[in-house]
């Protein structure tokens, strides 16, 4: 059984997460991961933890996993936790890693009493057409980029708030 771990990413480890970055999304150059993720971690400490970087360590303490979220209000489904990218890698047991992931996103989720969780993963499937969307907008330069997969969190199935 895997010893993962999960932690919030702290500002000595940004550079150590680019190499999930690059692998998982090799458009996005180091100076834009670093951006983004001294942003993040500054409305984090501005916004009492609405947003933040999750990160899953392995035994050997390498990040082998990583989603930013966000806390946001969503038409459909209310109060969400939006995790994106939602990355994970790993040489054996790539699905420890993700449920790992998952499960921290989730116990933030509760713990800040969303109604529904929306994860967002990189689609590496090529991007090209839109595979059965209500709208084709290839024509007008947009491609598929990612899918975003929803969970509803049983307490509000329930009706509670």
Known sequence: MRELRTEPLSGDRIGQAYPLIQASLPQVPLGAWTAFARAMM??????????GIITVLSEQDYIA????????PDLMHGRSLTAEPFLAIDMFHRMAVVHALADAIEAIARERRCDAIHTTLPDKRGGRGH???????TDRGHQVESVRLCKILPYRAQGAT
Request: glycine residues 8%; hydrophobic residues 45%; contains cysteine.
């Open 42 to 51: 500054m409305i984090a400490q501005a916004e009492q933890a609405d947003t």
């Open 65 to 72: 996993g990583l989603c930013s979220y966000r806390i946001e």
């Open 131 to 137: 595979r059965g969307l209500a709208f084709d907008l």
